[in-house]
């Protein structure tokens, strides 16, 4: 069984950085796209930034410029460095990966993170 464990998040004053981390762990044959969603308050959970792996990214217009994402194939690890953070990035932030365990499309999966809270203050 493959899961994700995110480390990063906490409390940062608006202008400020952080960085987030996910790991991914179990059988795993390949890891196709890697992204970070995220889930304010009272709003749906949201696609920000999505890498494939080839290194490819692509980013929400919310976030583009101030956000990047990362990944090392070889540690199966989705990296997001946040700069410039606004309060309207608070949010708890979770990772997402996709790929198969095996050779055989029977072992796909996609998996998350357990989410981490990220607080950005006025």
């Known amino acids: 069984q493959v899961q994700l464990v995110e480390s990063g998040g906490g409390l940062v004053q608006a202008g400020g950085s952080l960085r987030l981390s996910c790991a991914a762990s179990?059988?795993?044959?390949?890891?196709?796209?890697m992204g970070w969603y995220r889930q304010a308050p009272g709003k749906q959970r949201e696609l920000f930034a999505q890498?494939?792996?080839?290194?490819?990214?692509n980013y929400a217009e919310s976030v583009l410029g101030r956000f990047t994402i990362s990944r090392d194939n070889a540690k199966n690890t989705v990296s997001l460095q946040m700069n410039s953070l606004k309060p309207e990035d608070t949010a708890v932030y979770y990772c997402?990966?996709?790929?198969?365990?095996?050779?055989?499309?029977?072992?796909?999966?996609?998996?998350w993170g357990q989410g981490t809270l990220v607080t950005v203050s006025s």
């Open positions: 997402n990966a996709r790929g198969s365990a095996t050779t055989s499309k029977s072992t796909r999966f996609e998996v």
């Open positions: 179990g059988i795993i044959f390949s890891i196709n796209a």
């Open positions: 890498i494939t792996t080839a290194g490819d990214a």
